[in-house]
């Protein structure tokens, strides 16, 4: 049996803060805590109460696509950006609740801050600056055509 390191209970602590604020919505830790103890999904930020969209990439002979699940969000708040041959999709959606009580003369305002976030790298081959991106019925499509000049060809390896 391996001996026990000092930083093993660090360690084990760490994963239990880690599963505990991915799990629960503190907008103080969404609006720019800069801890290293977060789940990131590149270097910016991802806020626990984002979640990781399911996603498919394939090719077809002329154009590389990428599908995403983004159910029950606008056009509008759907934020794409690309940057070498990688791909960041952002989705924020912010509701505020308000409820008056007359009888009890109180106000109740709950803040709900969630979204999406996906950070993907792409092959080489894709033509990023001319991605075109559709959304309909909560899936968003993101479609790039192939750059044959930058296609390499594999070739078989043989071992000695």
Do not use: C
Not at 88 to 110: Q, W
Request: proline share 5%; hydrophobic share 30%; glycine share 4%.
């Amino acid at each position: 049996m391996p001996k026990k390191s000092v930083w093993d209970e660090f360690n084990r602590l760490q994963k239990e803060m880690n599963n505990f604020f991915k799990n629960h919505a503190f907008s103080e830790w969404e609006e720019g805590f800069q801890g290293n103890f977060l789940p990131y999904q590149s270097s910016e930020l991802m806020p626990p109460s984002f979640r990781k969209p399911l996603t498919d990439i394939y090719e077809t002979k002329d154009h590389v696509i990428a599908r995403m699940e983004i159910p029950g969000v606008e056009k509008k708040d759907i934020d794409i950006s690309t940057k070498g041959n990688s791909i960041e999709v952002k989705v924020e959606r912010k509701n505020v609740k308000k409820t008056y009580d007359n009888k009890k003369g109180a106000y109740h305002y709950e803040r709900i801050h969630t979204g999406f976030y996906r950070y993907i790298t792409m092959p080489s081959y894709a033509k990023l600056e001319e991605l075109k991106a559709r959304y309909k019925n909560g899936i968003i499509e993101l479609e790039a055509p192939k750059d044959d000049k930058n296609i390499t060809k594999g070739k078989k390896v043989t071992v000695k």
